[in-house]
């Protein structure tokens, strides 16, 4: 598989020959695609996510419970006029190193945060090893768009200024992927680690479903921020580390 990094560097090569290419060449046979958003876009992951929700709900429950009491447990420090809201200044005020406020939070996570973090692991396991199956789907996917659509060269979407939206073919391998690999498995062999670019892929998805719940949480209840170095919730856990 090439892997997003590779393909993400070769892409800005290529844009700079594109570049000097004669105007007519720039348009013909140019595409753009996102690895990352069509591996992550695949009805495999996401069948793969709902599975492992199903796999290891009992984990993910007792997660989500612990990590709602570590949050309430750093609310209750932040909350220092004891109004039930965490106002912009408190909680710029638990930033500062000096602040006691900050020692408390950091104790409150080390406490908690271990358990947390061991109970998700066999899920955020399973989810690292779901993406890597669809990434090593990915190479097949793209090459059957550019044969059908007679692509010379794909580049990466922030590889170049400027494109029509009829450029970016990413859709199509999602299509393409979804066609060829309708399902992955989740249950990695007992040794199996995953390579850097899947826990890149990983850490970029989990870190947009936190910001998505972030967002929830905001439009729900007015005000609160969220606590200094709180981790993500039970649908965005910590990825494990690459090889």
Do not use: C, H
């Not at 200044?89 to 939070?105: C, K, M, W």
């Amino acid at each position: 598989m090439t892997s997003t990094k590779t393909m993400l560097t070769l892409a800005v090569a290529t844009a700079a020959i594109v570049a000097a290419a004669p105007a007519a060449a720039q348009v013909s046979g140019i595409a753009t695609a996102a690895p990352d958003s069509a591996i992550l876009s695949a009805k495999a992951f996401g069948a793969a996510n709902t599975q492992i929700a199903t796999t290891y709900k009992a984990q993910l429950d007792q997660a989500t419970a612990k990590q709602t009491a570590l949050t309430t447990q750093i609310r209750t420090i932040l909350d220092t006029n004891k109004d039930g809201q965490i106002s912009q200044e408190e909680y710029q005020a638990s930033q500062v190193a000096t602040n006691p406020l900050s020692g408390r939070v950091k104790a409150a996570e080390t406490a908690g945060q271990p358990a947390i973090d061991q109970l998700r692991a066999p899920a955020v396991k399973a989810q690292a090893y779901a993406i890597e199956q669809v990434a090593l789907k990915y190479d097949a996917a793209l090459q059957a768009v550019v044969r059908a659509k007679n692509v010379n060269i794909v580049l990466s979407p922030n590889a170049i200024q400027y494109a029509p939206p009829t450029v970016d073919i990413t859709k199509d391998v999602i299509a393409e992927l979804d066609r060829q690999t309708p399902s992955v498995p989740i249950a990695a062999p007992a040794n199996w680690q995953p390579s850097q670019d899947t826990v890149t892929l990983l850490q970029q998805y989990r870190q947009a479903v936190y910001m998505q719940e972030m967002r929830r949480a905001q439009g729900a209840q007015a005000g609160p921020a969220p606590a200094a170095g709180t981790t993500p919730p039970a649908t965005a856990p910590r990825a494990p580390t690459g090889r």
